[in-house]
């Protein structure tokens, strides 16, 4: 079975697959501090649950914190006894290159939704990942990343009006039903999730502009439910697409190893 490891600056995902056949997936505040062995005891009494401790025989990471790699390939070394495939790493084949400035390092988790979204739409894609940061990547018609956009991400916009504005509270995102706020928590839903629903419809249409041509979008990431409710933007929401590519990089990867 395969160990799938999607790292983001906030959250760190685990998915077990049997072939193309999810078993299951478990999430961990990415922590850098967080050694092999305490992975291991958390993830081994989840593995209980679906009986799968001593299935796993392959590993594939994605990380977008480069000081986590370390860990978790010692993590798959000392517990799954196999050496894991790291996205981005030059080992790790991708089924079209990106076509970006020389010397720019993509983010892995963007080259990996580029996979999942090219696979599942093919290509003239857009896909809005709502993490930390929110993302844009933009797929050719080969299924290229070709480049994107990079936003703050909504909790971190909510955070940064906590931190700068001692009279602002601390608070969850929601979608409020009116623009227009009656008090202070919901002023500053408000501003972030309308203003969130303009530069998302904003971005969308500037990337169009400039491609000239029809462009699917698709969103994922934990907050994408939440912003298809005020926009008509979305082809499809789809939160296992991060997963969903992961898994088809390390099945590409085999096959080249085997042809
Ligand atoms: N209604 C909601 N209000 C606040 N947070 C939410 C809501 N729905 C989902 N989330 C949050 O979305 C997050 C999951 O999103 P996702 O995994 O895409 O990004 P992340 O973990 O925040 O970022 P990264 O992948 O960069 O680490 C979780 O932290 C979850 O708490
Ligand atoms: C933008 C984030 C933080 C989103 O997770 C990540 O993809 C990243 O660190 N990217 C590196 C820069 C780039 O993608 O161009
Ligand atoms: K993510």
Redesign the pocket.
């Given at each position: 079975m395969l160990l799938a490891i999607d790292c983001?600056?906030t959250n760190t995902v685990f998915s077990i697959w049997d072939g193309a056949r999810f078993i299951a997936t478990w999430r961990i505040a990415t922590d850098h501090k967080r050694t092999a062995d305490e992975y291991f005891v958390w993830l081994s009494s989840l593995m209980m649950l679906t009986r799968t401790e001593a299935q796993v025989t392959e590993a594939i990471i994605s990380s977008?914190v480069p000081r986590v790699v370390f860990n978790l390939r010692v993590l798959c070394n000392r517990y799954f006894d196999c050496r894991p495939l790291v996205v981005g790493k030059p080992e790790c084949a991708l089924p079209v290159a990106p076509r970006v400035d020389q010397g720019?390092?993509?983010?892995?988790?963007?080259l990996v939704n580029t996979v999942g979204g090219f696979d599942r739409h093919g290509g003239n894609l857009i896909v809005v990942?709502f993490?930390?940061?929110t993302?844009f990547d933009v797929v050719d018609t080969d299924g290229a990343y070709i480049g994107g956009v990079?936003a703050p991400g909504v909790n971190l916009s909510l955070e940064a009006l906590h931190m700068a504005a001692a009279a602002l509270p601390h608070i969850d995102i929601a979608r409020p039903a009116l623009a227009i706020g009656t008090n202070t928590v919901a002023c500053m839903q408000s501003g972030v999730y309308w203003g969130y629903i303009g530069l998302v419809e904003g971005i969308v249409r500037q990337i169009r502009a400039e491609r000239d041509r029809p462009m699917k979008v698709i969103a994922t990431g934990g907050l994408a439910p939440l912003f298809q409710q005020g926009t008509e933007l979305f082809d499809s929401v789809e939160d296992d697409l991060t997963m969903h590519g992961l898994r088809l990089i390390h099945h590409y990867n085999k096959e080249l190893e085997t042809a």
């Open positions: 983001g600056n977008t720019t390092t993509v983010g892995p988790d963007r990942d993490g930390t940061a993302t990079i």
